[in-house]
């Protein structure tokens, strides 16, 4: 059952104007009601109107109304989460590990309820048809694009993830009309991906934003926008781990639905590959 919807309101709220902001401030305060209700019925109680409530569906990337109360309905019977949760001083190793696996199972958890099911397929065509997939990133967010530049390259899709924003630069300036810019940002505010995503946009290249859900610099200037959550990790959190395990989990999903359009030939690539490692590690 979908749920996410209250999750989306929280991570938006401070984002919203004030008409949407009363909205969403109502249905996290009321989340049972809504479920019953019309959007008039809302705006009204929330004192603005019910045009309000359908430009905060819109704002939140929903399909409508209906699609944000059967998110809400499917929060409704999630069973209480634990949330992020921080270490302490002499925390115990059993209590660390017990932490970072509630922690990770979160992230994803989270993230997969954010999951816009359209734009994933527009992503998913936009890969497959591809002629090179260029991936940035700074920092953690690197990782994640090393990470999917390999997934890419062992079924023979060219694929790039340079942290140079001069090399980037030169691969937009002679792309192919097919080519693909991915850039990965967890904030959505990195600085560097906004001038890589900005100059992809001035040479004509399709673009495909990765980051936590909610507007940013860099998802308003994607074409194609994919999100994680917005976990709101604590100063502990050891490298970006709850939002670098979320960007892989979602370079994962991409992977395997790449794969399972074009099922024979990623099969072949792969086996071709394994057999191509397996000969290096055998030393023949």
Do not use: W
Request: hydrophobic residues 40%.
């Amino acid at each position: 059952m979908a749920a996410g919807g209250l999750k989306m309101i929280q991570s938006m709220i401070a984002d919203l104007p004030a008409s949407e902001r009363k909205i969403a401030e109502y249905i996290l305060n009321h989340p049972q009601s809504v479920l019953n209700r019309t959007a008039n019925d809302i705006g009204l109680q929330a004192g603005t109107s019910g045009a309000a409530v359908i430009r905060l569906c819109k704002s939140l990337g929903l399909n409508g109304f209906q699609d944000l109360k059967v998110r809400i309905a499917g929060d409704m019977v999630k069973p209480t989460e634990q949330g992020y949760r921080d270490i302490e001083p002499d925390e115990t190793f059993f209590s660390i590990v017990n932490k970072t696996t509630s922690n990770s199972i979160q992230s994803l958890r989270d993230s997969e309820e954010l999951i816009n099911y359209n734009e994933l397929k527009r992503a998913v065509d936009a890969l497959l048809d591809a002629q090179n997939v260029h991936f940035f990133g700074i920092g953690a967010s690197n990782i994640t694009a090393m990470d999917a530049q390999q997934k890419l390259i062992r079924i023979h899709k060219g694929a790039t993830a340079f942290t140079d924003a001069h090399l980037v630069a030169t691969l937009i300036a002679n792309a192919d009309q097919n080519d693909v810019v991915f850039c990965i940002s967890h904030s959505g505010e990195t600085p560097e991906v906004i001038k890589v995503m900005s100059l992809a946009k001035e040479y004509g290249v399709k673009t495909i934003s990765l980051t936590k859900y909610g507007q940013s610099t860099v998802s308003s200037l994607a074409d194609i926008n994919l999100f994680t959550s917005d976990s709101a990790e604590a100063p502990f959190r050891s490298a970006a781990t709850a939002s670098r395990l979320a960007q892989l989990y979602m370079i994962d999903i991409l992977f395997l639905a790449m794969a399972t359009v074009k099922y024979k030939e990623t099969v072949s690539h792969i086996d071709k590959t394994r057999e191509a490692i397996q000969f290096l590690k055998e030393g023949k």
